[in-house]
């Protein structure tokens, strides 16, 4: 059986590691998805560590809540390819990559959040990105989805409702 691949945004780290607002449904949807995942799926990050360095910068390895956890694992098999997948993006300056697709500079997509769609089109839409807590991606699934980027929600329907209160 071929193991599933993810790219995983930061916030599922967070939402799993009660840093979040989100219900106690979507964060157990989140523990959900690490726990059912970690041993199974292969997680893709970039070779330059950008992901990683979110991670870092938002989680302990040290730490003992779930996200310290998977940002501990990434770091111990980030070589073991059966578990963590070493993805190449050029970063052209800050929040620019070559890899992020033309199509969605006009989508006022978040610094941020520039990175994670850059990696999966990097990867070629093997793996898609996992999202918990940033209701903006509802709206930019379907531009995404052209690209043959793909988006897993985790907590899609609160999501939808946070999208919609947002954005009228």
């Given at each position: 059986m071929k193991r599933r691949e993810f790219i995983v945004d930061t916030n599922v780290?967070?939402?799993a590691s009660e840093l979040s607002d989100m219900s106690l449904d979507c964060?157990?949807?989140?523990?959900?998805?690490?726990h059912e995942n970690i041993g199974t799926a292969i997680f893709v990050i970039d070779q330059?560590?950008?992901?990683?360095g979110?991670?870092?910068?938002?989680?302990?390895?040290r730490g003992n809540r779930l996200g310290d956890m998977?940002?501990?694992?990434?770091?111990?098999?980030?070589?073991?390819?059966?578990?963590?997948?070493n993805v190449p993006i050029t970063k052209i300056q800050e929040y620019e990559y070559e890899e992020f697709p033309d199509s969605?500079?006009?989508?006022?997509?978040?610094?941020?959040?520039?990175?994670?769609?850059?990696l999966a089109n990097s990867n070629k839409g093997k793996a898609p990105i996992v999202q918990a807590s940033d209701s903006k991606w509802i709206g930019w699934a379907a531009a995404l989805k052209q690209?043959?980027?793909?988006?897993?929600?985790?907590?899609?329907e609160e999501l939808?409702?946070?999208?919609?209160r947002k954005m009228g």
């Amino acid at each position: 059986m071929k193991r599933r691949e993810f790219i995983v945004d930061t916030n599922v780290l967070l939402v799993a590691s009660e840093l979040s607002d989100m219900s106690l449904d979507c964060r157990e949807k989140c523990v959900r998805f690490i726990h059912e995942n970690i041993g199974t799926a292969i997680f893709v990050i970039d070779q330059e560590f950008e992901i990683l360095g979110e991670y870092h910068h938002q989680l302990n390895p040290r730490g003992n809540r779930l996200g310290d956890m998977f940002l501990r694992h990434l770091l111990t098999q980030r070589y073991n390819k059966a578990k963590v997948k070493n993805v190449p993006i050029t970063k052209i300056q800050e929040y620019e990559y070559e890899e992020f697709p033309d199509s969605l500079q006009e989508k006022e997509i978040d610094n941020s959040d520039k990175k994670f769609i850059a990696l999966a089109n990097s990867n070629k839409g093997k793996a898609p990105i996992v999202q918990a807590s940033d209701s903006k991606w509802i709206g930019w699934a379907a531009a995404l989805k052209q690209e043959k980027i793909f988006v897993e929600f985790t907590c899609r329907e609160e999501l939808a409702e946070i999208f919609i209160r947002k954005m009228g």
